[in-house]
T-cell receptor
Framework: GEDVEQSLFLSVREGDSSVINCTYT??????LYWYKQEPGAGLQLLTY?????DMKQDQRLTVLLNKKDKHLSLRIADTQTGDSAIYFC???????????FGSGTRLSIRP | NAGVMQNPRHLVRRRGQEARLRCSPM?????VYWYRQLPEEGLKFMVY????????ESGMPKERFSAEFPKEGPSILRIQQVVRGDSAAYFC???????????????FGEGSRLTVL
């Protein structure tokens, strides 16, 4: 079946790295995504990785993909208060006719 | 260049009434997705539509829920005879191309928050 799982909460100290993990049961061979949702707003694409890649780095963001274990992670270096949000892992299913989202990880930053 | 527009942003209905949620995709986008977000839960896929066609409605409840995306005008998500469990945020997203083409990025609206009393 289609299932994308994430832990619900993560708390980190300002300046530390945040690592948000995601596991999925299956996906079509396209892109996998991380979306960010700020309070009261819709989701915005944060970054993505093509399924034939292991890693993608984009400034403070690093995405790691382990296809064998069906595991995706997002690392945010030097976490800032502006990074407080809910982060969703998203995976295409069924020949990418729909994109399944995880439950979202709420990232909070401690001073 | 307006983004995805959803209205109303907030809707209050009594049990048994109907709720209609509207979504205007971004200009040039002919693919629309509806998702439901329950309090403290993730986004649940409901339906994927292209102009005048329902492509995948595997996430739609069997009864009371329907969606359309007519040739002209916005996409509509309709909930008949609402119950308290329908209270949620309903998000619409649009895309300019077929799923699996390009990066497949979805552009989200700010959501419609339905409260059923």
């Amino acid at each position: 079946g289609e299932d994308v799982e994430q832990s619900l909460f993560l708390s980190v100290r300002e300046g530390d790295s945040s690592v948000i993990n995601c596991t999925y049961t299956d996906s079509s061979s396209t892109y996998l995504y991380w979306y960010k949702q700020e309070p009261g707003a819709g989701l915005q694409l944060l970054t993505y990785i093509f399924s034939n890649m292991d890693m993608k780095q984009d400034q403070r963001l690093t995405v790691l993909l382990n296809k064998k274990d069906k595991h995706l992670s997002l690392r945010i270096a030097d976490t800032q208060t502006g990074d407080s949000a809910i982060y969703f892992c998203a995976v295409p299913y069924s020949s990418a006719s729909k994109i399944i989202f995880g439950s979202g990880t709420r990232l909070s930053i401690r001073p | 260049n307006a983004g995805v527009m959803q209205n109303p942003r907030h809707l209050v209905r009594r049990r048994g009434q109907e709720a209609r949620l509207r979504c205007s995709p971004m200009k040039g986008h002919s693919h629309v997705y509806w998702y439901r977000q329950l309090p403290e839960e993730g986004l649940k896929f409901m339906v994927y539509l292209q102009k005048e066609n329902i492509i995948d409605e595997s996430g739609m409840p069997k009864e009371r829920f329907s969606a359309e995306f007519p040739k002209e005008g916005p996409s509509i998500l309709r909930i008949q005879q609402v119950v308290r469990g329908d209270s949620a945020a309903y998000f619409c997203a649009s895309s300019p191309r077929d799923p699996g083409a390009g990066t497949g990025e979805l552009f989200f609206g700010e959501g419609s928050r339905l409260t059923v009393l």
